[in-house]
């Protein structure tokens, strides 16, 4: 048996020996004391795991020994030796931490057993622990690394759809980077709107998408230099359509199709594909129509010369109540100025 340590503390010179002799012949480390007082100094010093104590002695009782040592090493086990005339004491001490009480005349064998099975017990309780522990360790870094992981699964998405989103920019001549500028004045207006944080992932990825469902219109038509005709302006029209039914099988862009499938509507009713009017429009979709109109105002194109923030301004505010949401509007006229430069300024960098 490996050597383990044991505090034997006795006031009792002959029981003190005969115990030591005792836990010796059986491969313990032995330390002694000489009272409750003593042994509390020598459990300081040497942290044995395991004691034997009497109950009753001078200075200091067995129980209050157990008390002391406990509230040191909560870990730490303990035996107490009573007589029969104090089997009460000894069974409050099992309330009060102890792992066992043995009767005098002490059982060698009973003894030795109970020394045994209190050490075993004292090191299945701290090996529990441990891997409790362990396991709250690695869920809090399971945790994080998952958080880091959606972190950066968001990040890709984002990413993806924006290159989508310029690149249907691209393909529709004149308005590169368009959707990465109403991206960010739409998200601006939607916070002066005070649209709740978790609404404004489904808003950025329909402005991002808005256009999506170009992809199935003939270049011919999509870029045709010249006016379309009707029969052209009819296949045209259906790119909402076209757009609602490419992303609302996919299921994180399902909040995306409100504002894919709404983007050409209008306040009063006159817009397509469904001729929606006031409140029954989406709120994305009237935020985006507010802030596609502002850009197509104030970035050139090979059909129009920029116009200044405010000669913009003036337009979307006198088309308030008849192409906008006129809240919309106000949210949009309450987003700093400086804020619209820098998201359009950001928009042509590399």
């Known amino acids: 048996m490996a050597q383990r340590d044991i505090l034997i503390v006795d006031d009792d ?3 003190r020996e005969v115990l030591h002799q005792i836990f010796m012949s059986a491969g313990y480390n032995c330390l002694l004391a000489n009272d409750g007082r003593e042994g509390v100094e020598v459990f300081k010093a040497g942290r044995p795991p395991l004691i034997v104590t009497d109950l009753k002695m001078p200075v200091m009782t067995g129980i209050e020994l157990l008390q002391q040592v406990r509230a040191i090493d909560g870990d730490a086990a303990v ?5 029969a005339a104090d089997v009460k004491i000894a069974i409050e001490s099992l309330k009060l931490g102890a792992y066992d009480f043995i009767m005098k005349p002490v059982n060698v064998d009973e003894l030795l057993i109970a020394a045994d099975r209190a050490f075993e017990r004292r090191q299945l309780l701290i090996e529990r622990r441990e891997y409790h522990e362990l396991l709250e360790r690695r869920v809090v870094e399971a945790t994080r690394d998952l958080a880091s992981a959606y972190r950066q699964l968001q990040e890709t998405y984002h990413a993806t759809l924006e290159a989508l989103g310029s690149a249907l920019d691209t393909r529709d001549v004149g ?11 739409a998200l601006a207006t939607a916070r002066e709107h005070r649209v709740p944080d978790a609404d404004l992932t489904d808003l950025a990825h329909g402005v991002l998408l808005h256009d999506i469902g170009k992809i199935g219109i003939p270049d011919a038509i999509l870029l045709k230099p010249g006016p379309l005709t009707p029969e052209e302006w009819q296949i045209m029209r259906r790119h909402p359509e076209i757009g609602k039914a490419l992303i609302e ?6 909040g995306a199709v409100p504002i894919v499938f709404a983007h050409h509507e209008k306040w009063d009713g006159t817009g397509y594909p469904r001729g929606l009017r006031g409140a029954d429009i989406p709120l994305g979709a009237r935020i985006f129509m507010v802030v596609d109109a502002f850009d197509a105002m104030t970035f050139d194109r090979p059909y129009s010369r920029a116009k200044p923030f405010d000669v913009a301004k003036v337009e979307i505010k006198r088309c308030a109540g008849t192409h906008f949401d006129p809240a919309v509007v106000e949210s949009f006229f309450r987003v700093p100025e400086p804020l619209l430069e820098e998201i359009r300024r950001r928009s042509v960098e590399p």
Do not use: D
């Not at 035996?79 to 007589?83: A, C, D, F, R």
């Not at 099988?249 to 399902?254: A, C, D, N, Q, V």
């Open 13 to 15: 010179r002959q029981v």
């Open 175 to 185: 308005t590169e980077a368009h959707s990465r500028r109403v991206h960010g004045y």
């Open 249 to 254: 099988k996919i299921p994180f862009l399902r």
């Open 79 to 83: 035996i107490v030796l009573t007589g």
